[in-house]
């Protein structure tokens, strides 16, 4: 498009009284500024023009320039600002899409918007939004804006920033299975919302069904153990199962079935972690004692750990058998820990090893999940 017939068109614009046909002028010039069909020396005069229509008394006119710009990511960001910084209707299109927009100018909008909740929720619907902006939505505590924010895969929300919704928004069982559901939560989070659905559980149990109390105690911590290394699953860092391990420890939460649970589920870092805090000695050693191929070195760390004597011999045949097989581990749950029940069953283990029954029921406590 020339120069002339530029300032034509926007001439016409201008004169033109028909909302509707001047939206779609203002389509025509924003589809041909994103296509780069102008001319060097018509850019200049294309971004005035576009400066000037964000700033048009009609609403239509600047909600088409927002839908037209919100994904072109080369046009000067004091329009986008400007379509940004508007009301609700205009800004959301940018608010959502455009890679404009910088941190710093999303954080600026969420404070100056009055909690407005359509600017706020669009900025929680962007790819990859920053843990920075997420933790400042979250910072408003509006409950629909954040349960946005959590369904939103690609959002980046701090473990600081998993806490918070925690702490602001515990009664809200909608906005708590969301974050559940989204998964990677942080270890401390995972703690605390085990904590209340364990105390939940055993009231029902002892409201409703009048169990006894201690068993009600028994079930919680089985429930709280299984659920807590169900949260390991999801290849989590070596150095994270460290200091959740320690924060356990710390707690008097980290108890000899949980390690057997572990031990399981094939959780072999915990296991190894685990033994070692019980046993007070670095990870490294506990490593080279269960991974010697020695029975007497498993039997050992047991010892050092103080684990149940009861149980060496049984965990053993559970390790051996799980390392042994690990070619299958690529199966899926069911299907492995199904496999690694059958061949100690197959080889007699549950007739002649004590206490290879509580290990079944663990292992098929696996092969559920």
Not at 72 to 99: G, T, Y
Not at 255 to 280: D, I, P, Q, Y
């Amino acid at each position: 498009m020339c120069k002339s017939s530029l300032i034509k068109n926007f001439q016409i614009f201008r004169r033109e009284p028909s909302a509707e046909s001047r939206v779609g002028l203002v389509t025509n010039i924003c589809t041909e500024y994103r296509q780069h069909l102008f001319k060097d020396s018509e850019q200049d005069i294309v971004e005035e023009i576009l400066l000037l229509l964000s700033g048009d008394v009609e609403k239509k006119i600047r909600r088409a320039l927002s839908d037209s710009l919100k994904d072109c990511d080369f046009v000067p960001r004091n329009i986008i600002k400007k379509l940004a910084n508007d009301e609700a209707f205009i800004a959301m299109p940018v608010l959502q899409f455009s890679k404009v927009l910088t941190d710093q100018d999303l954080k600026d909008i969420i404070d100056c918007c009055d909690g407005d909740i359509d600017k706020l929720s669009s900025i929680s619907k962007r790819q990859n939004l920053s843990s920075a902006v997420s933790d400042r939505i979250i910072k408003v505590s509006n409950s629909n804006v954040v349960h946005i924010l959590i369904n939103n895969k690609t959002a980046h929300i701090s473990e600081s920033a998993q806490g918070e919704i925690f702490e602001t928004f515990s009664n809200h069982p909608t906005i708590i299975g969301a974050l559940i559901e989204r998964g990677s939560l942080s270890f401390s989070v995972a703690e605390k919302m085990l904590a209340i659905v364990s105390k939940e559980i055993g009231e029902k149990l002892v409201i409703d069904y009048g169990v006894n109390h201690n068993l009600v105690k028994k079930i919680s911590n089985n429930i709280r153990e299984e659920v807590t290394l169900d949260i390991l699953s999801d290849n989590v860092e070596r150095t994270k199962i460290h200091d959740f391990v320690t924060d356990l420890h710390k707690q008097n939460k980290l108890t000899h079935s949980m390690v057997l649970r572990s031990l399981c589920k094939k959780e072999f870092s915990f296991l190894e972690m685990g033994l070692a805090r019980l046993a007070g000695i670095a990870s490294y050693n506990a490593n080279k004692l269960l991974y010697s191929g020695d029975k007497k070195g498993f039997e050992a760390l047991f010892e050092a750990a103080k684990m149940p004597a009861a149980m060496v011999d049984a965990g053993w045949v559970v390790f051996t058998t799980l390392s042994n097989n690990a070619k299958y581990s690529d199966e899926s749950n069911s299907l492995y820990f199904r496999r690694i029940t059958q061949i100690i069953m197959r080889e007699r283990y549950d007739e002649f090893t004590p206490n290879m029954d509580y290990f079944l029921s663990l292992l098929n406590n696996s092969v559920d999940a």
